[in-house]
């Protein structure tokens, strides 16, 4: 049975079979598909996790790189800053990470006590879940909500006066 392919900044077999990256790559997946992390002195860690420091109100701004251990290897205030091939892996290793879908449209609910059944479409399909309590739609900052399910499952509403009046209908009913 062979190892998986790594999927590293243009990976290339290096002597023993370890992977390498091009001159200058910093971030690139072994053979098991983790990220890991150049160091200056040319060590490689791993498996490392990158973190968004504000994730709802910017996320295309400031990622950190935190190590095994929990402590951060690498900051980046514009990830942008990155090569294109290393900002792909590092975006592909943050949506691994990261699953916070959008509700677009409220679709039905169940009742207007909770807890209650909501029908949803997002923007990763239609989905069901259900609300235990009022307590559980929280407004994070002007014009953004936050829904989390009975399984701590968080939905997104970016501007909630955005959504068709039958999506605010509803939703108004539990604010």
Known sequence: MSAKPETEVAAQPGAG????????ARLR?????????RRDDG???GPVTPVRAFPI?????EVALLGPDGRELAYWPDPGVLAPAERALLEQALAEREFLPRILRLVEVSSF???STWTVETDRGRTRFVLKGEEDI???APGVLLVQDAHGVQYLIRDPQ???RHSRR?????M
């Open 17 to 24: 079979g370890a992977p390498v990256a091009p001159d200058g």
């Open 29 to 37: 997946r072994d053979a098991l598909g983790q990220l890991q992390w």
């Open 43 to 45: 060590t490689w860690v």
């Open 57 to 61: 109100q910017a996320p295309q701004a």
């Open 113 to 115: 006590a909770t807890p």
């Open 138 to 140: 929280r407004r994070i």
């Open 162 to 164: 955005r959504l068709d």
């Open 170 to 174: 509803l939703l108004d009913r539990f």
